[in-house]
């Protein structure tokens, strides 16, 4: 990652790797929201079996969907009642695309209907039709959603490939490699997109991180493939993007409890694994990465502490693979763990939001728990996430005055100011504008493409990932005990999350919140 970070603290703010993400992530977000609204390229996509399985089962419910026709009826929703017998009709001749059409009536229809009760019962039979937002693998490799795919590439390759020329770096060889990232991007979101890797949990990101180690094992990568190897500039311009999903009016659903768990969580959890790793002869540097990662949000809290202490950027490359190394068996773990105690869904909940490192994979886990510890678990994970900016402008005041400790810098307000990472305001500001100066149908409206743009930064970034980590490295570091201490910490994090979230949100505490 040497090739990506060496502009990264240079004398002009154009050529400084935090305010180009910023402006990349910025430049994303303003134009979503002033006049930008493509179609996104499509991932989602089950096998004909799998199809034919779904269709199986929503056929042994058609006592149900004659039951919703005739109410529809009744109620004088006759608009309602046609689109029901339409997607019966369709679901009998088990023809995807008809489904995906009467499905759209469906929901159009249960929209305009006066009979609320009518329209929500439609709309709730319609949640289990997963085909109602999945096409055929050979729709997402159509030349139409190809098309799209390489329009998107060639405004990634654009933004990217200006920063690196601003960092100094060798463009012509960039672009070369930047195909290469960019496809295994693509093919680690297609592979996530199936219906059944999807109700497992396993997120993109896991896919990305394993395209990357899969070339890295197998082939001696060129010099001009590591050119577009910019992980921290690819994850801190979809952390910019991430800002703008971070609403305060979501946050404060939980209310106070939501936050007082993010707070008692984070500092415990730091400041255990810091003390932990010490105790194994870790240095500060690497504990301190590790402490952040393992307290906060993962890969994102991990760049954010290193740019707050100024660390090496081979440590943070070893965190941020074992980050989502540990994920993956938690993210499948965890869900038989509620169920097996009967933990109640809603700590259950709290827990997994206070534990799991990504927002993904908080929804994912949760989904195979109930919809109410699904959102439990994001708002808390959210609480967790708005604590970024705070964790980060600590460790550069903290780092500070303890390098004057030990002989360095005397601290002032322009190191601390050097030290801080610059990407960390981009998220605040787009946090503060969508939640606070925005409407808020215009920011429910522009969620989701945002939400996709920021996936493929991401996408990037944990292919990059995987592109630069060797897994004899993550042994061989220190004798493994980096490892070891962030699994330990992981440990620790995982029970006192769970106490945590049964004192707050187990009617132990404070009355059980009202959360559906």
Request: proline share 0%.
């Given at each position: 990652m040497e090739n990506s970070t060496q502009a990264s603290v240079g004398p002009r703010w154009w050529r400084n790797e935090d305010w180009l993400a910023v402006l990349a992530g910025g430049l994303l977000i303003a134009s979503t929201l002033a006049f930008w609204r493509p179609v996104l390229p499509q991932f989602n996509w089950m096998t004909a079996s799998h199809f034919a399985t779904e269709v199986r089962s929503v056929l042994g419910r058609t006592t149900e969907l004659s039951q919703l026709r005739v109410r529809a009826t009744q109620q004088g929703e006759i608009a309602l009642a046609e689109a029901l017998s339409q997607l019966g009709n369709a679901l009998a001749k088990e023809e995807l695309p008809a489904i995906r059409v009467a499905v759209k009536q469906v929901e159009a229809a249960a929209a305009r209907a006066t009979a609320a009760d009518a329209g929500k019962a439609a709309l709730k039979f319609l949640t289990s039709l997963r085909s109602k937002r999945t096409g055929a693998l050979r729709t997402v490799v159509s030349a139409e959603n190809l098309q799209r795919t390489f329009v998107f590439g060639l405004?990634?390759?654009?933004?990217?490939?200006?920063?690196?020329?601003?960092?100094?770096?060798?463009v012509a060889e960039f672009m070369a490699g930047f195909a290469v990232v960019f496809a295994l991007a693509w093919g680690a979101q297609l592979l996530a997109g199936n219906a059944r890797i999807n109700d497992l949990g396993l997120e993109y990101v896991i896919f990305a991180l394993g395209l990357g180690l899969l070339l890295n094992h197998a082939f001696h990568l060129p010099d001009w493939l590591r050119q577009a190897v910019r992980t921290e500039f690819y994850i801190k311009s979809g952390l910019v993007i991430l800002g703008a999903g971070i609403l305060f009016q979501e946050i404060l659903q939980a209310g106070v409890l939501g936050l007082a768990q993010a707070v008692?969580?984070?500092?415990?959890?730091?400041?255990?694994?810091?003390?932990?790793?010490?105790?194994?002869?870790?240095?500060?540097?690497?504990?301190?990465?590790?402490?952040?990662?393992?307290?906060?949000?993962?890969?994102?809290?991990?760049?954010a502490a290193c740019g707050a202490i100024q660390g090496d950027r081979k440590k943070l490359s070893y965190v941020t693979s074992l980050v989502l190394i540990v994920a993956l068996p938690m993210m499948v773990l965890m869900p038989w763990v509620v169920k097996h105690f009967q933990i109640p869904e809603i700590v259950a909940g709290a827990w997994l939001g206070g534990t799991l490192d990504t927002s993904g994979s908080v929804v994912a886990a949760g989904a195979l728990i109930s919809e109410p510890a699904m959102k439990t678990g994001v708002i808390v994970k959210f609480s967790q996430n708005v604590l970024l900016g705070v964790a980060a402008f600590g460790l550069s005041v903290w780092w500070t005055i303890r390098q004057r400790a030990s002989g360095g810098q005397r601290p002032s307000v322009r190191l601390i100011w050097e030290r801080f990472p610059k990407f960390v305001l981009g998220f605040i500001v787009a946090s503060l504008v969508c939640s606070f100066a925005l409407d808020a149908a215009l920011v429910k409206e522009t969620k989701g493409l945002l939400t996709g743009l920021r996936n493929f930064w991401f996408a990037l970034a944990f292919v990059s990932i995987g592109l630069e980590t060797k897994f004899t490295d993550l042994l061989r570091m220190e004798g493994g005990r980096p490892a070891f201490a962030f699994i330990g910490a992981q440990g620790f994090n995982v029970i006192w999350t769970l106490i945590l979230a049964w004192l707050l949100f187990g009617g132990i505490l404070f009355a059980v919140p009202d959360i559906r």
């Open positions: 405004i990634y390759l654009g933004i990217a490939g200006l920063a690196v020329r601003l960092l100094g770096g060798r008692l969580v984070v500092t415990v959890v730091w400041y255990f694994c810091f003390w932990f790793a010490r105790r194994l002869r870790v240095d500060d540097e690497f504990a301190v990465m590790l402490s952040t990662a393992v307290s906060i949000c993962g890969v994102s809290a991990a760049i």
